[in-house]
């Protein structure tokens, strides 16, 4: 009796060694395999680029132009326009013909006082013989430098 329950008793762990083999190999097994397509990432890529390029992107903001000057003269506006491009070469000229006028707007302040800094500029070089007006419009701000390091306010 002895010897059958010692036989019984090595048979059944012998196969409960074979059956955590095999449980394991079965595990080892079924394991799902990844297979990354290239195209995930050159994606990946292209989108990253695409939202960095959005924030190198030109956009409109309050601010402030100034109204040169709004007449039917044609030559007289491509005068005027040559002297300011002399004078001031950094700033955006806007020249837009809306029948039958012709309107010349300069700049893309966005703060009032360096508009008006300009504007009383303008009036003492005697460039312009009429009115300069102040307009409320929304104007192109550039793009901040991504490698620049932002300045806090005090």
């Known amino acids: 009796m002895k010897v059958l329950f010692i036989t019984i008793l090595l048979?059944?762990?012998?196969?409960?060694?074979?059956?955590?083999?095999?449980?394991?190999?079965?595990?080892?097994?079924?394991?799902t395999i990844k297979h990354k397509d290239p195209l995930i990432d050159s994606l990946g890529k292209k989108m990253a680029?695409?939202?960095?390029?959005?924030?190198?992107?030109i956009q409109l903001v309050?601010?402030?132009?100034?109204?040169?000057?709004?007449?039917?003269?044609?030559?007289?506006a491509m005068k005027v326009r040559s002297a300011i491009i002399k004078q001031y070469p950094d700033q955006k000229l806007y020249?837009?013909?809306?029948?039958?006028?012709?309107?010349?707007?300069?700049?893309n302040f966005i703060d009032k006082a360096e508009a008006e800094?300009?504007?009383?500029?303008?009036?003492e070089a005697n460039i312009i013989t009429g009115n300069i007006y102040l307009l409320n419009e929304k104007v192109e701000q550039?793009?901040?430098?991504?490698?620049a390091i932002p300045v806090e306010e005090q």
């Not at 680029?49 to 992107?57: G, I, P, Q, R, V």
């Open 95 to 107: 020249l837009t013909f809306l029948a039958p006028y012709i309107k010349l707007k300069m700049g």
């Open 142 to 147: 550039k793009p901040m430098d991504k490698n």
């Open 11 to 31: 048979n059944g762990l012998l196969l409960v060694g074979y059956a955590q083999t095999n449980i394991a190999d079965i595990i080892a097994s079924t394991q």
């Open 117 to 123: 800094k300009i504007r009383k500029q303008l009036i």
């Open 49 to 57: 680029d695409y939202n960095e390029s959005l924030a190198l992107k």
């Open 62 to 76: 309050d601010g402030y132009r100034l109204m040169l000057l709004n007449t039917t003269d044609r030559n007289f």
